[in-house]
């Protein structure tokens, strides 16, 4: 669905990192692809990490959240949102996506924020997700967000390159985290990095991302920190990504063309997160397939994979999940029918148009088959 796209200036630049002698964590390369990073999405600061896990898990460190508190975050995302929360001792508490963008829905989040401070909850931030790469209403969250005196802690590991109202993803809330792993739209193999525009919260994120150590040299801690930072080769093929960057995007939004195109002949299926495609990333397209359709997504999925092609199910929400069941969720049934009714298909830069014909006609044949 989204494999790396990778090739020559990619292993020029983890040569060239390999024959500087900088391996250990850290170095120039990791100096200079924090810089790019920074600029491309207009933050002032970047902290390069491990996983974009790794950020979500520092972000909540940094803006004080721990044992007791609750942080607010979507029930439509991936596991790693809400284990970032659980690692600090808080609880996450989920909110029901929106029922066209599937991002959270901020009218529910308005509600949630006012009952759980009048239930005498402590929550200490919010934290949003981007999803397959549509940004969310940034302007909604942080103005419920300053109204309830609450932080808000992005989870942009979809999205980067992606814009709301123009401007970049990794720009709003306190602090934005993305993430470089290997299906994301661009990837240092695995890696992160947080971006913010708060000089304490960058500081002491790079602090507990070097096992807290304190600038003296016989190794003196006040903190208990973790080995959370980027490897300098790591970097250097992040930063060949991010030369190619424009590139990749270009491709990943000319497929969500070609869907479009496609699946607007098609009764009962729509391509999931609305009608307007001109901030996203498209790192994944997905489908929502209407009851009526005559197929389930589930027959779909089957048949791409006889032509060996993978598609799959929208993220399972996080309030369906054996091992969040137990906290709280405001929910109606949104992210559940997402879940049960999406597929995400073939999106990655690294298909090629022979592939990407490929895929086209798997579908076509398919639809054929149940017409
Ligand atoms: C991929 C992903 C993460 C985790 O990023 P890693 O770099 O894999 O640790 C977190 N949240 C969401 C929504 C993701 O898709």
């Known amino acids: 669905m989204s494999s790396p796209d990778t090739g020559a200036l990619e292993e020029e630049a983890v040569l060239r990192a390999l024959r500087s002698g900088w391996i250990a964590p850290l170095g120039p390369e990791v100096d200079a692809f924090e ?7 207009g ?3 970047a902290v390069a990490l491990s996983s974009g896990t790794a950020g979500l898990h520092l972000g ?14 979507s029930t439509m995302t991936f596991a790693a949102t809400a284990n970032a929360i659980v690692y600090t001792g808080a609880r996450p508490h989920f909110v029901d996506a929106d029922p066209t963008t599937g991002n959270i829905d901020v009218q529910l ?27 969310v209403d940034y302007a909604a969250i942080e103005q419920l967000a300053a109204e309830f005196g609450v932080p808000v802690l992005a989870d942009a590991a979809e999205s980067f390159g992606a814009r709301f109202h123009g401007r970049p993803v990794g720009s709003f809330g306190r602090a934005s985290v993305f993430s470089f792993n290997g299906n994301k739209i661009m990837t240092t193999s695995g890696g992160g990095m947080l971006v913010t525009d708060d000089a304490a919260v960058a500081d002491r994120v790079r602090h507990l991302a070097t096992q807290a150590r304190l600038p003296v040299s016989h190794y003196e801690h006040a903190d208990i920190g973790f080995n959370y930072r980027l490897s300098n080769i790591l970097a250097a093929l992040g930063r060949a990504q991010l030369a190619r960057f424009d590139d990749m995007l270009a491709r990943r939004r000319e497929w969500r063309r070609r869907y479009r195109a496609f699946f607007a002949e098609v009764d009962g299926v729509g391509i999931f997160g609305g009608d307007d495609d001109d901030d996203d990333n498209a790192w994944l397209t997905a489908i929502i397939v209407d009851e009526g359709a005559g197929w389930s997504p589930a027959e779909l999925i089957a048949g791409l994979a006889e032509s060996n092609i993978e598609s799959r199910p929208l993220w399972k929400p996080m309030h369906l999940q054996p091992v969040f069941a137990s906290y709280g969720a405001t929910v109606g049934g949104a992210a559940e029918r997402q879940f049960r009714r999406g597929v995400t298909l073939p999106s990655g830069s690294a298909l090629s148009e022979e592939q990407f014909t490929r895929v086209e006609t798997a579908l076509r044949s398919f639809l054929e088959s149940r017409a």
């Open 35 to 41: 810089r790019e990073v920074a600029e491309r999405v």
């Open 60 to 73: 909540l460190l940094a803006l004080g959240v721990g044992p007791g508190d609750v942080v607010v975050t």
């Open 109 to 135: 989040l308005g509600e949630t924020l006012a009952q759980l401070q009048a239930d005498g909850e402590s929550v200490r931030a919010v934290l949003p997700v981007d999803l397959l790469g549509k940004a």
């Open 43 to 45: 933050a002032r600061f």
